[in-house]
C-alpha cells in the first residue's frame, strides 16, 4: 500500500498555520471591541445588521440564518437573546404561517448605531489598513475561491450581501 498523502510543502504549511491563526485571532478582536461598545458578539451585530438592511427591516429566519452563515438553531438561541433584551422582534410570517420572521427595533437600530462607528474602526485597525489597494483585491479573490470549495452551491447567502458586493471596479 503506498501513501498518496499530498503532504503540505513548507510554503503551504506556512500560509495554512498563518491562515488559521487569522481566523482564530479575528473573531477575538471583533467580539472585544462590540462587546466592550455594545455590549453584542460579531454574531449577533452581524444579525442585526443584515435585519437593518432588509426591506422593512423584516426577514424570514431561514433567510437571516442564510445571511449570517449560522444553522437554524444557533440563530434561533441568538434571537432568543436579541429579542429578551428589546432588539429584536419574532412573529408568525403572514404569507407562511409555518414560518418565522424576525424584524429589529428601534433599540436594535439604535445599538447599532452605537456599535458601528467602533466596529468600523475595528476592521479598519485590524484589517483593512494593514493591506495595500492590491493585496485587499487579492483578498477579495482568495476568500472567493476559497469560499466556492466551502459553499460549493451558494447556500449560505453572506458573501452575496450588499455588504459584501464585489469592488466597483469588478463589477460586470
Known amino acids: 500500500m503506498t501513501d498518496e498523502t499530498r503532504w503540505l510543502a513548507p510554503e503551504e504549511s506556512a500560509a495554512w498555520v498563518r491562515l488559521v491563526a487569522l481566523t482564530e485571532l479575528l473573531p477575538g478582536a471583533?467580539?472585544?471591541?462590540l462587546l466592550r461598545d455594545a455590549g453584542l458578539t460579531?454574531?449577533?451585530?452581524?444579525?442585526?445588521?443584515?435585519l437593518a438592511a432588509a426591506p422593512a427591516r423584516t426577514m424570514r429566519m431561514t433567510e437571516l440564518a442564510s445571511r449570517t452563515n449560522?444553522?437554524?438553531?444557533?440563530?434561533?438561541?441568538v434571537a432568543r437573546r436579541l429579542e429578551e433584551r428589546g432588539l429584536i422582534e419574532?412573529?408568525?410570517?403572514p404569507e407562511d404561517r409555518r414560518a418565522t420572521n424576525a424584524t429589529v427595533t428601534e433599540a436594535g437600530l439604535d445599538v447599532i448605531s452605537a456599535a458601528a462607528p467602533g466596529h468600523v474602526e475595528t476592521v479598519r485597525a485590524n484589517v483593512l489598513d494593514a493591506l495595500?489597494?492590491?493585496?485587499?483585491?487579492?483578498?477579495?479573490d482568495i476568500a472567493g475561491a476559497v469560499?466556492?470549495?466551502?459553499?460549493?452551491?451558494?447556500r449560505l447567502s453572506a458573501t452575496s450581501c450588499q455588504f459584501s458586493e464585489a469592488p466597483a471596479d469588478r463589477v460586470g
Request: charged content about 20%; proline content about 10%.
Open 42 to 50: 460579531h454574531f449577533e451585530y452581524a444579525a442585526l445588521m443584515a
Open 90 to 93: 419574532r412573529f408568525p410570517c
Open 147 to 154: 469560499l466556492a470549495r466551502l459553499d460549493p452551491d451558494g
Open 30 to 33: 471583533l467580539d472585544a471591541q
Open 70 to 77: 449560522a444553522t437554524l438553531p444557533r440563530l434561533s438561541h
Open 132 to 140: 495595500a489597494p492590491e493585496q485587499l483585491e487579492q483578498l477579495y
